[in-house]
């Protein structure tokens, strides 16, 4: 497959590959060809899905544009037709520039995080739109519960989880025909998705970008790089200094974080319970949610003093 993938990415021709561990949704390969080294990823989340190959190209769009417009990433690499995808034994490929770096530890790169998602920000298309919040009641988190095959600590884990999940999307939620400013971004910008490259933050893994409400994902970025409130503070101090915006003191800026964790709480109960990395992933999102819940208001108010 990774010859096929050199190919028909106009790479050369292989000279060594090995496969990356690590990956939550997709499979990772290293790849050294004639004209540089790549990764390849072989696409698997929702990789059958109807509407999987637009999403990319869209996603693939907004990366390219970010390269071009200078946001430290690694260069995307087309197929000969200039598309995202390539099709090789039945599976999606993507393939970028191999960029050597490291994970950013846990507390460090704070003020870079927040810098990097407003330059994002600064680079990409911008448009109003009205917020469209959808809800869950109780007894849909309930049910997810009752998924077969869940041992039963998850089940009971989520079944005691219902009631507060269900409140904290309540909370969160725009009021109706909320219309607030968005822009073409990259959708996932948490540690995972980032990459420390000779001194710089990278953003890496775009597959999620897409129109984002700056308020939210600026939100969204600072709750998955915090491990308090004072390093929520440190996130969005550095990203309205860098972008010049002024963040809405309302806890509905809070909502597209709890939906993006929703979904892959999700996700994973429903189509990874039958491994350990599903199991863990959906155990320890569903911590996460309720640890919001418990802490918004302080959460809410961190927002008056950034």
């Known amino acids: ?35 540089g080294e790549y990764a390849v990823k072989v696409m698997r989340a929702h990789a059958e899905a109807a509407d999987f190959r637009d999403n990319i190209e869209a996603a693939y769009t907004i990366e390219r544009n970010a390269f071009r417009e200078g946001i430290p990433c690694p260069e995307p690499m087309p197929t000969a037709e200039g598309h995202a995808l390539l099709r090789a034994d039945g599976h999606w490929l993507r393939a970028h520039r ?66 507060e999940l269900a409140r904290l999307e309540a909370a969160t939620a725009a009021s109706p ?34 129109p984002r409400p700056i308020a939210r994902e600026a939100v969204s970025l600072a709750l998955d790089w915090a491990e308090n409130v004072d390093d929520f503070r440190r996130v969005l101090r550095a990203y309205a200094s860098s972008s010049g915006t002024t963040l809405p003191t309302e806890a509905w800026v809070f909502g597209g974080w709890v939906a993006a964790l929703c979904g ?43």
């Open 1 to 35: 497959m990774m010859v096929k993938a050199v190919e028909g990415f106009g790479l050369g021709q292989v000279e060594a590959m090995v496969r990356v561990e690590g990956g939550l949704s997709n499979d990772m390969w290293r790849v050294t060809a004639t004209s």
């Open 98 to 163: 191999w960029c050597e770096g490291s994970s950013p530890n846990p507390g460090d790169h704070l003020e870079d995080a927040g810098d990097l998602l407003a330059r994002i920000h600064r680079g990409g298309g911008h448009g109003v739109r009205a917020l469209e919040d959808q809800l869950r009641e109780v007894g849909a988190w309930a049910a997810l519960a009752d998924q077969p095959g869940l041992p039963e600590r998850l089940s009971a884990q989520l079944r005691s989880a219902a009631p």
């Open 264 to 306: 892959w709480l999700t996700y994973n109960v429903q189509q990874r319970a039958d491994s350990d990395l599903g199991l863990r992933e959906a155990s320890e999102t569903c911590a996460r949610l309720l640890a919001l819940h418990r802490a918004l208001d302080e959460h809410v108010s961190a927002l008056h003093i950034i």
């Open 177 to 210: 025909r909320l219309v607030t400013t968005y822009a073409d971004s990259h959708g996932d910008l948490d540690p995972k998705n980032t990459l420390v490259a000779s001194g710089r933050l990278l953003a890496v893994d775009w597959d999620a970008a897409g």
